[in-house]
């Protein structure tokens, strides 16, 4: 079984600074991972993921993730914020074995970017 | 790219009725449909796992005669909260996994905010 600590429930951080959201996993397994982002009232919108190859993987409006599998981490960051960045991030896991493998997600980190 | 269309965004319903929530998918068949329930400021638990043409697996704890879930098609599955009581408010949220070699690029559903009165 896998699980995920998302230790920051939540960051403020002024527009225009860096952030990183941290996230942390445990599995007995090799896993992929995963970062969403959630608008009030709405679903998930999936920022980015790891599979496999290259551990710094980035998402197409900044953002970016680095597979640690030493410290069994995959934390977010971006270098400069805007404030439409405020939402709520969830970091996620799932089994890398094939067939359909449910999303083991952390307890989210709400960003809130502030002028 | 993938779509799921998720009915209704938001309902009201009194205690004791029951309340139907539709995903379908748009422009891909779904041949498994993740439903996920997320309380206030909470993280997205697990309910169950629907599979087109089989019965629904539920996650330990969830009652499987309240939350009855049907995956009519390759492109509709339901999920049906039986005599809904204030503590079934929530947010619901279905996922189909993605078709891709991985099979891991999940679309999400809209999610439906259920408040029971």
């Known amino acids: 079984a896998q699980s995920v600590t998302q230790l920051d429930s939540q960051v403020p951080v002024f527009e225009e600074a860096p952030v990183e959201l941290r996230c942390n996993y445990s599995s007995s397994v090799s896993v992929y991972l995963f970062w969403y982002v959630q608008y009030p009232n709405q679903g998930l919108q999936l920022l980015l993921k790891y599979l496999s190859g290259s551990t710094l993987v980035e998402s197409i409006n900044g953002f970016e993730a680095e597979f640690n599998k030493s410290q069994t981490s995959f934390h977010l960051r971006k270098p400069s914020v805007h404030i439409s960045d405020t939402a709520e991030y969830f970091c996620a896991v799932s089994d890398s074995n094939t067939g359909f493998q449910k999303l083991v997600f952390g307890t989210g980190t709400r960003l809130l970017v502030s002028p | 790219g993938a779509v799921v269309s998720q009915h209704p965004s938001w309902v009201i319903c009194k205690s004791g009725t029951s309340v139907k929530i539709e995903c379908r998918s748009l422009?891909?068949?779904?041949?498994?449909m993740f439903w996920y329930r997320q309380f206030p400021k909470q993280s997205l638990m697990l309910m169950a796992t629907s599979n087109e043409g089989s019965k629904a697996t539920y996650e330990q704890g969830v009652e499987k005669d309240k939350f009855l879930i049907n995956h009519a098609s390759l492109t509709l599955s339901t999920l049906t909260v039986t005599s809904a009581h204030p503590e079934d408010s929530s947010f619901y949220i279905c996922s189909a996994p993605g078709t891709g070699i991985f099979m891991v690029d999940y679309t999400f559903g809209s999610g439906t905010r259920l408040t029971v009165v």
């Open positions: 422009d891909f068949q779904a041949t498994t």
